[in-house]
C-alpha cells in the first residue's frame, strides 16, 4: 500500500517530493505560481479538509502544504483537486528545512495546526516542532505583520510554546484561547480539521493563538 502512494505522488503535477526541485525555489514561489499573490503555508496536512476550504475561499492567494507522509500528499492533492482547488502545491520535506525553502520575508500566514506534542518519553523531546530554533526560522521567513496560528489540545504544550514566544521577543501573541470553540470570535464550524472534530466529540478543550510578526 505504501508503495502504491509513493508511485502516486510521484506521478502527480501538484507534489514536489525531490529535495533539489523544492530547493530551487526558495525565493522564487511566486515564479513558480507565476503570480504575486501573497503566499500561505500550512505544515502537517492531516487530510486537507481545513486548508483546501482555505484555498477554495482565496484564490488571490498561493497555498502551500508541507507533510512528509505519502499517503496524506497524495489525499490531499486529490481532494483539493476535488474541490476546484488550483492555487497549491505540496512539499514532501521535513519542517527542519523552512529556511531551506523560504528565504526572509515569504510567507504571509502560517497554520501550525495540532503537532504531536511528543510527549512520552524524553528522547523524543528533540522531535518537537515548536522549540526555539525552528521558531527563530519560522519568524525569520515570515513577512512583517504576517501571522502564525497555533492550535493544540495540549493545554502544557500551548503554554511552553507561548513561553518560548515571550523570552524570544520575536513575535506579539494575540487572540490567546483556552476554549477556541467557546471563548474565540475566530471559530469557523466549517474549518475544522479531522483532530478537531474528534476531539469537540470527546468534549476537550482546544487551545489556539496567533502570533504576529
Given at each position: 500500500m505504501i508503495n502504491e502512494y509513493i508511485n502516486l505522488v510521484w506521478q502527480d503535477e501538484n507534489i514536489l517530493d525531490i529535495p533539489e526541485k523544492i530547493y530551487e525555489n526558495k525565493w522564487k514561489w511566486n515564479?513558480?505560481?507565476q503570480n504575486?499573490?501573497?503566499?500561505?503555508?500550512?505544515?502537517?496536512?492531516?487530510?486537507?479538509h481545513f486548508f483546501a476550504l482555505e484555498a477554495w475561499e482565496n484564490p488571490d492567494k498561493n497555498f502551500i502544504w508541507m507533510e512528509i507522509k505519502f499517503k496524506r500528499l497524495f489525499k490531499t492533492a486529490q481532494k483539493s483537486r476535488d474541490n476546484w482547488v488550483k492555487n497549491f502545491v505540496l512539499l514532501k520535506d521535513f519542517w527542519q528545512n523552512i529556511d531551506k525553502i523560504f528565504q526572509e520575508n515569504e510567507i504571509a500566514k502560517t497554520y501550525i495546526f495540532f503537532p504531536d506534542p511528543w510527549d512520552k518519553k524524553d528522547r523524543q523531546k528533540k522531535h518537537k516542532l515548536l522549540q526555539a530554533e525552528f521558531l527563530e526560522k519560522l519568524c525569520s521567513i515570515t513577512k512583517k505583520w504576517g501571522k502564525v496560528c497555533f492550535k493544540t489540545d495540549h493545554k502544557w504544550y500551548f503554554d511552553e510554546v507561548l513561553e518560548i514566544i515571550r523570552n524570544q521577543k520575536l513575535f506579539t501573541i494575540e487572540n490567546v484561547s483556552y476554549d477556541y470553540e467557546k471563548e474565540s470570535d475566530l471559530f469557523d464550524k466549517q474549518k475544522q480539521t479531522v483532530f478537531e472534530t474528534m476531539f469537540r466529540w470527546q468534549k476537550l478543550k482546544i487551545n489556539y493563538a496567533e502570533f504576529i510578526k
Open positions: 515564479d513558480f505560481f504575486k499573490n501573497e503566499i500561505y503555508l500550512e505544515i502537517g496536512t492531516w487530510l486537507w
